[in-house]
C-alpha cells in the first residue's frame, strides 16, 4: 500500500549491531503498529502507539525499541540484532473503522 | 486467552470450484473480526470485516464470510475460485475494548487450473 511505506525493504546484518526500521504513512492515521510475521506464526505485535506520545509494549517487545518521531512516523530499532530476530517486518496504521492497512514489509536477516 | 484458530495451514481447490477457509476464535464479549490476504512479496490487504448486523459479510474480489457466534468461527467463502486467488491468508480478531489485532497462524490458498 503506496500510503504506507517502509525503509528499508531488505536488510541483511550481523549479530550485535543496531538496526533501524522506518515506517511513514500519509493516511493521517493516529494509530500505527509493528509486527514480525514468522513461518507458521502468523503477526505477532512487537509494539502499537496511539499517538506521538502514546507508546505501548506488544506481545513480543522485548529486544525491540520504537521512537514515534511525529504522527507519520514511527521507528522500529532492534539494539543488539540477534539470529531469531530475523523475520518479516510489518508496519501498519489504523483508520476509526478498526481496519489496519499495512506497509509491504522489511526482510530482515539477521547472520 | 484470546485466540485465533486457522485449522488448514493450506487448502487446494480446482480452479470453478467453492472455497472455504476455515477461522474460529477465543475472545471475551463481541469481537471485531477481518480477513487479510498477501500476495507474494507484498503487505497484508484488508478483504473484509465484520462488526456488527448481518452474519453474512461481503468483501472484496468476490470473498465473503459468515461470522456464527455460536460456533465462534468466520469462514471465509468464495463461489467460484480462480488462479489469482492463491495467496495466504489471515483471520484476525480485535476484542471489542481493545484497538489491537490477533492474527491467525495464516493458511496458504492453492487454485490449480
Known amino acids: 500500500d503506496a500510503d504506507v511505506t517502509q525503509t528499508p525493504r531488505n536488510r541483511i546484518t550481523k549479530t550485535g549491531k543496531r538496526i533501524m526500521l522506518e515506517c511513514s504513512q500519509t493516511k493521517g492515521h493516529d494509530r500505527m503498529y509493528w509486527y514480525r510475521q514468522d513461518p507458521g506464526l502468523g503477526l505477532r505485535l512487537i509494539y502499537y502507539s496511539f499517538d506521538v506520545k502514546d507508546i505501548n509494549k506488544g506481545e513480543i517487545s522485548d529486544g525491540y525499541s520504537v521512537s514515534r518521531q511525529a504522527q507519520a512516523k514511527f521507528s522500529l530499532s532492534l539494539e543488539s540484532a540477534i539470529p531469531n530476530q530475523t523475520a518479516l517486518y510489518f508496519c501498519a496504521t489504523r483508520d476509526g473503522g478498526n481496519e489496519q492497512f499495512f506497509g509491504p514489509g522489511t526482510r530482515l536477516t539477521v547472520l | 486467552a484470546q485466540s485465533v484458530a486457522q485449522p488448514e495451514d493450506q487448502v487446494n481447490v480446482a480452479e470453478g470450484n467453492p472455497l472455504t477457509v476455515k477461522c474460529t476464535y477465543s475472545v471475551s464479549g463481541n469481537p471485531y473480526l477481518f480477513w487479510y490476504v498477501q500476495y507474494p512479496n507484498r503487505g497484508l490487504q484488508f478483504l473484509l470485516k465484520y462488526i456488527t448486523g448481518d452474519n453474512l459479510v461481503k468483501g472484496s474480489y468476490g470473498f465473503e464470510a459468515e461470522f456464527n457466534k455460536s460456533q465462534t468461527s468466520f469462514h471465509l467463502k468464495k463461489p467460484s475460485a480462480l488462479v489469482s486467488d492463491s495467496a495466504l491468508y489471515f483471520c484476525?480478531?480485535?476484542?471489542?475494548?481493545?484497538?489491537?489485532?490477533?492474527f491467525g497462524t495464516g493458511t496458504r490458498l492453492q487454485v490449480f487450473p
Open positions: 484476525a480478531v480485535s476484542p471489542y475494548y481493545t484497538d489491537k489485532l490477533i
